[in-house]
């Protein structure tokens, strides 16, 4: 009965073969989990645009102004009119008035917008808190990194006579590259960078349209960018 083995040559080469078979396998998976990793890192950051577009969109589309003095007074002379007594009219002028707003700073590649919304939810049941809110969203350095930028919604269930938002701060978007607000003026027919309702030309009006947008940078090359912006 024939018992021959393999010879050292034939062992050598059959593992030599074998590490050949295993490098191309490994190498087709890291293939295959880099493109994976690549992917990931892009979905999330489109992932995180998307939620902080959204949530912009939603604040400002809630944005809201109360009338200013002039118009409350000529209020104040339609509700004697209508009614004849000048106790509410009186009522009306004396009504305490607390600061709205609607303000848009251009500031290059890290704009700052504030306003009042509507947008405020009561969290807790009997909260003394009503619909009404100031935010702000705005580019600011990250507190643990200097060069990573991040996107910052601050929020304050309460108005009062001051167009600063100090309130609760999150990160809305974590290292952003540029946030850039533009603003319809229907009058002029035009966008522009800057909004200001305590500035006669847009007192007492807001944009018709805000156009949002936000990049990123491309997790594939550093020096290219992924653009998110508002219909």
């Known amino acids: 009965m024939n018992r021959r083995g393999f010879t050292l040559i034939e062992v050598l080469v059959s593992m030599a073969v074998l590490a050949m078979i295993m490098a191309s396998v490994w190498s087709s998976t890291k293939q295959s989990l880099d493109s994976k990793e690549r992917v990931e890192k892009r979905d999330r950051i489109y992932q995180n645009g998307r939620v902080a577009l959204r949530k912009i969109a939603d604040d400002i589309s809630m944005a809201f102004l109360i009338k200013s003095p002039a118009e409350r007074a000529a209020a104040a002379a339609t509700a004697v009119a209508a009614t004849g007594t000048a106790s509410t009219a009186a009522e009306v002028q004396t009504r305490p008035r607390p600061i709205t707003f609607f303000i848009g700073e251009d500031r290059g590649e890290r704009d700052e917008v504030r306003f ?34 991040n996107l910052v919604r601050t929020f304050s269930p309460y108005l009062n006579e001051e167009s600063t938002v100090e309130g609760t701060s ?62």
């Open 116 to 149: 009042t919304t509507l947008s405020n939810i009561r969290l807790f049941k009997n909260a003394k808190q009503s619909d009404q809110a100031k935010v702000s969203y705005s580019a600011q350095a990250d507190p643990e990194d200097s060069q990573k930028i």
């Open 170 to 231: 999150y990160v809305a978007a974590e290292n952003i590259r540029e946030f850039s607000v533009e603003y319809y003026d229907l009058r002029k027919q035009e966008w522009g960078r800057t909004w200001n309702t305590e500035s006669i030309d847009w007192k007492d009006r807001l944009p018709r349209a805000v156009r949002v947008t936000i990049s990123f940078p491309d997790p594939d090359d550093d020096r290219e960018s992924i653009v998110l912006r508002t219909a």
